[in-house]
């Protein structure tokens, strides 16, 4: 039994024509990565399944609610 059938080197088409869309604006392109505490990493795990999402989905609308709270203390600052 030799390899798998498929078109030898790839489809060339993956990734422009065969791209996953899910419902972003805007595709995600940039990763950060970050370490936390087990205790921590756990919680966020339990709080994704609560809320049927993933644990990047809770830290980038994390990381959104807490840019949006600093530009708004600088817009009072400011004003």
């Not at 088409?13 to 419902?23: A, I, L, P, S, V």
């Not at 994704?48 to 644990?55: H, I, L, P, R, W």
């Given at each position: ?32 990565k ?46």
């Open positions: 039994m030799g390899k798998g059938s498929g078109r030898p080197g790839g489809n060339p088409e993956f990734g422009t024509k065969y791209r996953f869309d899910n419902g972003r604006e805007k595709p995600l392109s940039e990763q950060i970050t370490l936390v505490l087990p205790e921590t990493k756990n919680q966020l795990k339990i709080l994704a399944d609560e809320k049927n999402c993933t644990v990047p989905d809770i830290v980038r609308t994390a990381i959104e609610q807490y840019l949006s709270s600093v530009q708004s203390e600088n817009s009072a600052r400011v004003s």
